[in-house]
């Protein structure tokens, strides 16, 4: 059976190392996200299910190139704190810790890093630290969140309401419908946004982002500059999730 294993953690020293030694390993995806209340239906881990789902399966396509890192599941959540339960980090000890995660990277000799976001509260702290922490390490290094990478036609046409990634309302309940239904309990729904979640629409928006963060890595390893634009989408199209304005 071929070798399809993409983790950092389940490979050897010998196996990395040697992978390292010959060339196989062109990048790298650390996954970032957080454990933080999801409304009242979905499991806390919902974040970094998924950004730890599209870094493994972006990998997997491009065997045996690109190695993920164990995921960074504790995020910045502060705005979450009331519902209890809600891990969070302060903004510069998220940043650091990730950076960190990264130059351990890069100290073993791997020269496209991806840092694959799944919760929207790490993006600004990080769009801030990103292009001082590239120039420190002296490797490739990206931060993207994973659905920077949709088509805001495409989103439009799959969903009803139109916000993505929205809080675990109609996006994140249908990503988990499909994924892994048993993390959705669908009887304590108790708003229309999720109420709108169907697997239908998790199974058409979770293939499409697995193949723009796979060709999001390919591009890296190409040498091609990647940095799209922090999005949130709405029904009237994308805008800046820093800065607000519509790109
Ligand atoms: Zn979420």
């Known amino acids: 059976m071929a070798d399809e294993r993409v983790f950092v953690g389940d490979l050897t020293r010998k196996e990395f190392r040697e992978r390292i030694q010959a060339g196989t390993i062109k990048a790298a995806i650390v996954p970032t996200a957080a454990t933080e209340q999801h409304n009242e239906h979905l499991h806390m881990i919902h974040d970094t299910f998924h950004a730890s789902y599209m870094a493994e399966h972006a990998a997997k396509k491009l065997l045996p190139q690109v190695v993920v ?18 891990l969070t980090v302060r903004p510069e000890i998220f940043c650091e810790y990730v950076f960190d995660v990264c130059h351990s990277l890069a100290r073993a000799g791997v020269e496209n890093i991806l840092v694959l976001n799944g919760h929207g ?59 892994a239904p048993e993390r959705v309990q669908a009887e304590a729904i108790d708003n229309t946004a999720a109420a709108l979640g169907t697997r239908a629409k998790g199974e058409a928006l979770v293939g499409p982002a697995v193949d723009g963060v796979a060709a999001l890595l390919e591009q890296m390893i190409a040498g091609e500059e990647i940095d799209l634009p922090p999005v949130t989408f709405y029904p009237e199209g994308k805008r800046n999730l820093v800065t607000g304005e519509p790109v």
């Open 69 to 86: 890192a164990t995921p960074v599941g504790i995020g910045v959540s502060e705005h979450w704190m009331e519902h209890i339960g809600t």
């Open 121 to 179: 509260g790490n993006v600004k702290p990080m769009m801030r630290r990103i292009d001082e922490y590239r120039e420190k390490l002296g490797v490739n290094l990206r931060f993207q969140s994973y659905w920077d990478v949709y088509d805001p036609d495409y989103v439009q046409q799959h969903m009803e309401g139109g916000r993505l990634p929205g809080h675990a309302d109609e996006f994140e309940t249908s990503t988990m419908l499909y994924l």
